[in-house]
């Protein structure tokens, strides 16, 4: 929490001072929103990594923060995984190369707050975040998420899967991709943990998704091509497996350019994750890393995410609100039953992303 008394940041002479702009966990603490909104203008840039404009709309939101504040969004290896965000902000401590704001993966935010990497800041929004969904210490807090599903081209597949169970089938030989590597990509992970579920694992359990790719690679239907919207136009990838907001995203991008892309969310497999917001704890560009942040959890940023067909975390709260896009809600994938019911803790993430880390080369290899 805010801490009340501290105002080195309250006055304007010190907002948008570099130290004193660091240092600020609040907007009341910079003096308030007008008072962001002047020195993140001042500041002119903000420093993004690994933020594909096709990835749940980020090039509509980045394009409207743009033009909203005139401020320039610098995005650096947007094709990038989150371990690379990680690895960029270790590498450039001090530096004003350095990224002023990541986006990864859960597991991938609570390492990085336990490295020290990070600032703590309360967005606006920061009461209205489920607790489950953020850092008490407000160093991260989740943004948007969605549920791993099969995506399939229905014009070079007979038969698009729809289960785990079913990509084993010979039929698909050398269609199976992901989007990265799941030691390094949050998406990859994801579908790990997934077929875990699928196979009788659990939130504590992920071996069974080792196993599972194991076995897909030994039948000769994993294809070890890095799934994207290149390789899906080329052929190269005619069943991906990733978020649903990714491939509901890319039946609308190939809708008429011959690529018939039909999404399901597994039934044996349910899983559901976000990915987190973080300041760096020595951005570059502190107004502008605080101001960006305000924008993603305002109702325009969430509807923004919404409507690239992802799960905005103040979904629930806008829709009380009656600020929730309902025209775009409408449009999400059907999860099967009620949906992934609970989400795993961080204590469970963190032994998933070891095990995944220590078995997952094995598991594919040869």
């Known amino acids: 929490m805010a801490a009340v008394g501290l105002t080195a940041c309250s006055s304007s002479s010190s907002a948008g001072d570099g130290d004193g702009s660091r240092a600020a966990t609040s907007a009341e603490e910079f003096g308030g929103m007008d008072a962001l909104v002047s020195a993140a203008k001042k500041e002119g840039k903000l420093n993004a990594i690994a933020l594909p404009r096709d990835w749940a709309n980020y090039g509509e939101i980045i394009d409207t923060f743009e033009k909203k504040y005139g401020i320039k969004v610098e995005v650096e290896n947007p094709d990038g995984s989150s371990q690379d965000e990680i690895s960029a902000v270790t590498s450039r401590k001090g530096q004003d190369r350095s990224p002023d704001v990541i986006d990864v993966g859960s597991a991938f935010a609570m390492s990085a707050a336990e490295q020290n990497l990070l ?14 969904q953020k850092d008490p210490q407000a160093r991260w807090y989740n943004d948007f998420g969605g549920y791993i599903s099969i995506g399939c081209d229905a014009a070079r597949v007979k038969k698009c899967p729809k289960t785990f169970a079913e990509l084993l089938d010979p039929q698909y030989k050398g269609q199976v991709a992901l989007t990265g590597n799941p ?126 067909y992802s799960r905005p975390v103040l979904m629930p709260s806008m829709k009380q609100a009656g600020t929730l896009d309902t025209a775009s809600a409408a449009k999400l994938p059907p999860v099967p039953g009620n949906g992934a019911g609970a989400f795993p803790t961080e204590g469970q993430i963190s032994k998933a992303k070891q095990d995944v880390a220590q078995g997952w080369t094995q598991a594919v290899a040869g």
């Open 119 to 132: 600032a703590p800041y309360q967005v606006s929004a920061f009461d209205q975040i489920p607790k489950t």
């Open 183 to 308: 030691t390094k990509s949050a998406s990859a992970f994801g579908a790990v943990y997934a077929s875990a579920l699928a196979g009788k694992g659990s939130y504590d359990n992920v071996k069974p998704g080792l196993d599972f790719f194991a076995r897909l690679k030994k039948a000769g239907n994993f294809n070890p091509v890095e799934s994207s919207p290149a390789t899906i136009q080329k052929g190269e990838t005619p069943i991906s497996i990733t978020w649903d907001y990714l491939n509901a995203g890319y039946a609308d991008q190939f809708r008429g350019k011959g690529v018939d892309w039909k999404v399901s969310i597994p039934v044996d497999g349910v899983y559901a994750s976000y990915y987190s917001q973080a300041i760096v704890k020595w951005a570059p560009h502190p107004a502008a890393a605080r101001l960006w942040q305000e924008f993603l959890y305002s109702p325009e940023g969430q509807n923004l995410w919404l409507k690239g």
